[in-house]
């Protein structure tokens, strides 16, 4: 499996433009988490879904920030307008939550994330 | 002070010595994980303990939890340069309802930087 693929892998751009981040995850996983990561926040969970539905979107800065996950294998992550302070690495991560003994798992796997500089 | 909270922030040692990285939560869990993250890269997932569990090996990997403390540690055996990196824990709590998916908390992590 290729694991977790995110494109693009670095973005820059100007504040006010639209920024469109995608992710595909491992084929078989059914939740899919969108994390934000600076210096100042550490890592923030912005969103999670989990069978394509978003579960807990408590973690999205404000309404210039939304998520959607069409299907299975695809997931987008739209900030519009951008502004500086939005620069930073998002990871997407997926995971399987099993059935049975493996229902307490939940470990996740991240992509390489996109490096993401507005200016 | 947030869930899983690390310490040290960072910790420098010689190749060889072991390191030992601590965690700290407050709410309950249903298991406790330790991610690694090299520079510029993805977090990596390395070792899961459950609630039930006290302590767990995996290779050079020790981890151990203990839930009326609600702290865990990692313990990494014999280290090497290339262990060099940010190791974060990273709670998980199920969603209600009784579900098996749920998220991940993670806290700020600590830098290990490991001499040759």
């Known amino acids: 499996d290729a694991g977790v693929i995110q494109s693009p892998r670095h973005e820059v751009t100007e504040m006010g433009q639209e920024v469109t981040l995608r992710c595909k995850p491992i084929?078989?996983?059914?939740?899919l988490f969108w994390y934000r990561q600076t210096m100042m926040r550490g890592l923030e969970l912005l969103i999670y879904?989990?069978?394509?539905?978003?579960?807990?979107d408590s973690g999205m800065p404000e309404d210039r920030f939304s998520a959607k996950m069409p299907n299975a294998s695809f997931s987008t992550l739209k900030i519009q307008p951008s502004e500086p302070r939005d620069s930073a690495v998002y990871f997407c991560?997926?995971?399987?939550?099993?059935?049975?003994?493996?229902?307490?798992?939940?470990?996740?796997?991240f992509g390489p994330g996109t490096r993401l500089t507005v200016l | 002070s947030q869930q899983g909270e690390e310490d040290p922030q960072a910790l420098s040692i010689q190749e060889g010595e072991n390191a030992t990285m601590n965690c700290s939560y407050k709410?309950?869990?249903?298991?406790l994980q330790w991610y690694r993250q090299n520079s510029g890269r993805g977090l990596v997932h390395l070792i899961l303990i459950r609630s039930n569990e006290r302590e767990k090996h995996s290779g050079r990997l020790r981890v151990t939890l203990d839930t009326s403390k609600k702290s865990s540690s990692l313990l990494i055996t014999a280290s090497r340069a290339a262990d060099t990196a940010s190791y974060f824990c990273a709670t998980f709590a199920a969603n209600a309802g009784g579900t098996s998916y749920g998220k991940l908390t993670f806290g700020q992590g600590t830098i290990l930087t490991v001499h040759p």
């Open positions: 709410t309950s869990i249903n298991n």
């Open positions: 991560a997926s995971s399987d939550p099993g059935q049975g003994a493996r229902s307490s798992y939940n470990e996740q796997f």
């Open positions: 879904f989990n069978n394509n539905v978003p579960i807990d």
């Open positions: 084929s078989g996983h059914n939740s």
